[in-house]
């Protein structure tokens, strides 16, 4: 999650939030949460588990294309 605040920090195109999926069960179910870390990407992109930074960076900048 770390990694996805230092990304919206470093760019305006980049927003990032975390969320407590056991505190909000609704929103963990519409984005289809069964492990933690999850990353959404907008509406497309998703993957779950720790990524290194430059494949977490690849897969980033994959989705917003």
């Known amino acids: 999650m770390l990694l996805a605040f230092r990304c919206a920090l470093a760019s305006p195109r980049v927003t990032?939030?975390?969320v407590e999926a056991s505190e909000f069960p609704l929103?963990?179910?519409?984005?289809?949460?069964?492990?933690?870390?999850?990353?959404?990407?907008?509406?497309?992109?998703?993957?779950?588990?720790?990524?290194?930074?430059?494949?977490?960076?690849?897969?980033l900048l994959a989705a917003a294309r």
């Open 27 to 59: 929103y963990a179910d519409r984005h289809g949460v069964l492990a933690v870390p999850k990353v959404v990407v907008g509406d497309g992109a998703a993957w779950e588990g720790a990524l290194p930074e430059r494949e977490f960076v690849a897969r």
């Open 16 to 18: 990032a939030a975390g």
